[in-house]
């Protein structure tokens, strides 16, 4: 079975660094793209960061220049680095992937369990 565990997270304050990684577990053929939402209360899930296997990212406005994503070489595990980090950075992040199964023709999405980000001001 296919999961995605998530490392990282906790509590920093403001302008600090923080760094959270994702690595998947189990059996499987390929991924499509990997990458990191967040959720703070009260509002929707919105994304952060993404990265193609082949490479290109994409990142939500608010952490360009801020954040940056990348994938291992094995394309099993993304980590996001995140600088200058700022109160509104606070919330819960989710790490998410397309993955094809070992089957001919079966994938799909994935989520992580969440992790805690906190940044004090």
């Known amino acids: 079975q296919v999961q995605l565990v998530e490392s990282g997270g906790g509590l920093v304050q403001a302008g600090g660094s923080l760094k959270l990684s994702c690595a998947v577990s189990?059996?499987?053929?390929?991924?499509?793209?990997m990458g990191w939402y967040r959720q703070a209360p009260g509002k929707q899930r919105e994304l952060v960061a993404e990265?193609?296997?082949?490479?290109?990212?994409t990142y939500t406005d608010s952490v360009k220049g801020r954040f940056t994503i990348s994938i291992d070489n094995a394309k099993t595990t993304v980590s996001v680095e995140m600088n200058a980090l700022k109160p509104e950075d606070t919330a819960v992040y989710y790490c998410?992937?397309?993955?094809?199964?070992?089957?001919?023709?079966?994938?799909?999405?994935?989520w992580g369990q969440g992790t805690q980000v906190t940044v004090s001001s």
């Open positions: 998410n992937a397309y993955i094809f199964g070992v089957k001919a023709g079966s994938g799909g999405i994935y």
């Open positions: 990265i193609q296997k082949g490479g290109t990212t």
């Open positions: 189990g059996s499987f053929f390929d991924i499509k793209y």
